[in-house]
């Protein structure tokens, strides 16, 4: 028996149960819409970053441009944190409405996609930095083995803007890893709540 969303336990020990879990519903959704808006804020930032940076440099009476294109692991950053940070968006919308309407998520078909969309963005994401990370230490320190030359002594102001977008993709990266732990819990939540009743009954 219960009264206001409060049980009773074989021992006579009031617990709550509607309420706490409200409570942990609320701030779980708040915390998964701002990290939304982080990823989609910062993803955009990481793309305008590198996509606009630019350096001439004359060399032997030659004008030699840098720009991202020239660095693959560059291309493979700004496509996708432009495509998490669409993703980002049409979660966050879809956050806020469901908090608007105060819906909370039952459905075990639609925990799945979000679960499976999140994963994959993180990993997207983690390889992008990785890959981004490892060229520009090759651009920032060179490889004398195989006469690579420290390009960044050259281009100076278009390593440091690379640096800043590399650094913005990186919290990007981390939000995705801290969002996809967030959908695996309302994912598995929901089969855990069918547990929580059965022995409720008994």
């Not at 020990?13 to 990823?39: A, M, N």
């Not at 060399?59 to 991202?68: L, R, T, V």
């Not at 940070?85 to 608007?100: D, E, F, T, W």
């Not at 006469?147 to 050259?154: F, G, H, R, Y």
């Amino acid at each position: 028996m219960s009264y206001l969303g409060v049980g009773v336990s074989p021992g006579n020990v009031p617990v709550y149960h509607s309420t706490d879990s409200r409570v942990i519903d609320r701030r779980v959704r708040i915390t998964e819409l701002v990290l939304r808006c982080v990823i989609c804020a910062l993803g955009l930032v990481a793309c305008v970053l590198i996509a606009t940076d630019t350096q001439v440099k004359e060399i032997f009476s030659i004008q030699k441009k840098a720009k991202y294109t020239d660095m693959k692991a560059l291309v493979f950053v700004v496509i996708v944190n432009a495509i998490v940070s669409a993703y980002s968006l049409i979660q966050a919308l879809r956050c806020v409405v469901s908090m608007v309407k105060g819906n909370v998520l039952f459905s075990k078909p639609l925990a799945w996609v979000i679960f499976s969309g999140d994963q994959v963005m993180a990993y997207v994401t983690m390889a992008a930095v990785a890959a981004a990370a490892q060229s520009a230490m090759f651009a920032k320190l060179g490889q004398p083995e195989l006469q690579w030359m420290k390009i960044c002594n050259m281009y100076g102001k278009f390593c440091n803007q690379v640096g800043e977008g590399i650094a913005s993709a990186v919290v990007v990266s981390l939000s995705t890893v801290v969002i996809s732990c967030i959908s695996a819990f309302n994912l598995f939540r929901l089969y855990g709540g069918n547990k929580s009743k059965s022995s409720a009954r008994w």
